[in-house]
């Protein structure tokens, strides 16, 4: 049996907790793993739930626990959910996320405090909620030859979009749909502004090039000033309003980054990405075009993708990380 931790009970952890208990059976008997939740770090209490006495919130306590070689946190925000990463990492645990907030600041330092470890950092989760684009990124394109992607990155504002183009809701309105439904960050201006789609691009364009570009230095516009007047004159000329992330990689080695809305015809594959989907666009010089397709947000397949990342570590245990590290 494999005895991991959850950092955070939140639609994500919770996610993780239901999964792994509702397909127990099924994971044993495709990977031969028996993975059990030993501790669930959260600030809250979880009386009625089934793991709920598993409940702490004494990290220490799965810090000091040698059956514990695994953590996925799910906390969200940088800090503390950075230095848990890396007091995990140091005492020879592997790290599974779905924060890009954390992979975006501090993903150099993590993998290479993971590889000085000998444990591993693997982020599946932190790009495209369910679409396992890090996992072909990083494994399936070292020939591709990469010279662009284009992303619909945060399911929050193309839900916005969706909905304020077929029903010609509100944007708030649309926004708190989007809270409801748990695809909202807890400070949705990570969302609306931007910040959230600009995070996710950096990390993709590091998974292509292996260089994190900071995102504070990516031109990043959102979609707050996008009106349903501005959706409808896209309509009437046959386009959608999307809020594209995008990378450029040129031949003298440079990295043009941007995030912002854009008008997209039906010609481009992202004009059919509504809703809460994301689409990831990667052009490359070798591959051609390769489309990637998938919920962006949301609390399964979100968790997903994280309990990809466990099952991937569990099953190699004694392989190195495969990613390179990056350079800023
Ligand atoms: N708030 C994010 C989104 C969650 O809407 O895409 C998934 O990263």
């Known amino acids: 049996m494999d005895h991991i931790a959850l950092l955070g009970l939140g639609t994500v952890g919770g996610g993780v ?52 070689t695994l953590v996925a946190e799910m906390m969200g925000g940088v800090h503390p959910a950075y230095e848990f990463t890396a007091e ?32 591993r950092y693997l982020f599946e989760a932190s790009v495209g909620g369910g679409i396992p684009i890090i996992h072909s990124m990083t494994d399936s394109m070292y020939a591709s030859d990469i010279y662009e992607i284009d992303g619909i990155l945060n399911g929050t504002t193309n839900y916005i979009l969706s909905a304020m183009k077929e029903t010609g ?7 708190k749909d989007a809270q409801k439904l748990g695809y909202a960050e807890a400070n949705p201006t990570e969302d609306v502004d ?11 364009a590091a998974m292509a090039s292996g260089r994190l570009v900071y995102f504070r230095d990516v031109p990043t516009k959102g979609i707050r000033e996008i009106t349903t007047d501005d959706i409808k004159a896209a309509s009437a000329k046959g386009g959608a309003i999307k809020l594209i992330a ?23 594959p992202l004009f059919n990405v509504n809703g809460v989907y994301n689409g990831v666009l990667v052009r490359g010089r070798n591959s051609g075009d390769l489309l990637f397709y998938g919920s962006g947000a949301g609390k399964l397949p979100t968790a997903g993708a994280v309990i990809s990342d466990i099952i991937d570590i569990l099953l190699h245990k004694n392989e190195m990380p495969a990613q390179k590290l990056w350079h800023k």
Request: aromatic share 6%; proline share 4%; hydrophobic share 45%.
């Open 17 to 68: 907790a239901e999964i792994l208990m509702k397909n127990r059976s099924d994971i044993t008997a495709k990977t031969g793993l028996d993975i059990d939740i030993k501790h669930i770090l959260d600030l809250r209490k979880f009386p009625d739930h089934p793991l709920g006495d598993r409940v702490t919130d004494d990290y220490n306590l799965i810090l000091g626990d040698p059956e514990v």
């Open 88 to 119: 995990a990492l140091r005492a020879k645990k592997s790290v599974v996320t779905s924060n890009k907030a954390v992979v975006a600041e501090y993903g150099v330092e993590l993998l290479e405090l993971a590889a000085e470890n000998g444990v």
């Open 169 to 175: 809701v509100s944007f708030d309105a649309a926004l």
């Open 194 to 204: 931007g910040f959230d789609a600009c995070r996710k691009i950096c990390i993709l």
């Open 246 to 268: 995008k990378a450029l990689f040129k031949e003298n080695g440079e990295i043009e980054l941007s995030v912002a809305p854009e008008v997209v015809y039906p010609d481009n």
